[in-house]
């Protein structure tokens, strides 16, 4: 019987010491006073004095802010839209508007281009493994004309030819966290009616991190019009695929 309670007293011991190096979880770090008295308290509410209609003091609580962060993905973050206002038949290169869409679509009106590459591999931890990004245009299809130049629907068509070209020119290519690339541009890439470009090419070993074209200026992007389109207001969707195979660089 003593030996069992010797054994017990030593396990308590074990159990009080062992206590001690685990952190306390959800302890609340508040402090100031107990409304309406001199203990100090360690939970809200806190007043800022024990006294009433004190001038001085604090009170102070303590909260938390959670996010989870993953890696390990491709991802296409942000595609743009491009506008390119009122132009006239046959008119070459015409540059920019600006980068507000007509469509509703993911297309964004800063212009920017984004994507994240955060997969690793055994040898390319710090580099990224490398993937192409194609643009393809789709065909011009006749809107209302949301700036009234062109009429209403009525008057919209569709192009007849296919002969509207968008142009796609070198960009520069922003911060690569961690990337070792060959360029710091974009492909430029000439898009006709339902063809398709190259506009980031990576090979294995670089494109790491978050890569953003910045098509936003005035000669990032310019439109060839077909001279025999019918006067109208037209718009063509532009499809953003990313693929997770490694680019060459070319």
Known sequence: MQLSTKLV????????????????????????F?????EPTATLPAATSADPNDTAGTASGQSDAHVTVTTGYLTLMQVPDFNFGVVQP???NKILKDN??????????DGILQV??????ADDTATGLGYTVTAKLGTFTGLADPTGVAGGAAEAGTSTDAGFKLNLNQAALGTQTGSTTTSGESV???????????????????????T???YAAKSAATLNVPATVAKGSYDAPI????????????
């Not at 507000?100 to 009106?109: C, F, K, M, P």
């Not at 994240?116 to 591999?121: A, E, Q, V």
């Not at 499809?239 to 070319?250: C, D, I, L, R, Y």
């Open 116 to 121: 994240n590459d955060y997969r690793s591999g």
């Open 212 to 214: 953003v074209v910045d």
């Open 239 to 250: 499809t953003w695929t990313v693929s997770a195979a490694p680019g060459t660089n070319a």
């Open 100 to 109: 507000v869409g007509l469509a509703t679509d993911d297309g964004n009106s």
């Open 9 to 32: 007293t030593l396990m308590g011991t074990a159990v009080l010491g062992f206590s001690a190096f685990v952190p306390a979880i959800g302890v609340s770090a508040a402090t100031g």
């Open 34 to 38: 107990i409304t309406g008295t001199n």
């Open 188 to 210: 430029a890439a000439a898009l006709t009616e339902g063809g398709s470009g190259q506009v980031i090419n990576f090979a294995a070993g670089s494109g790491y991190g978050s």
């Open 90 to 92: 046959g008119t070459n």
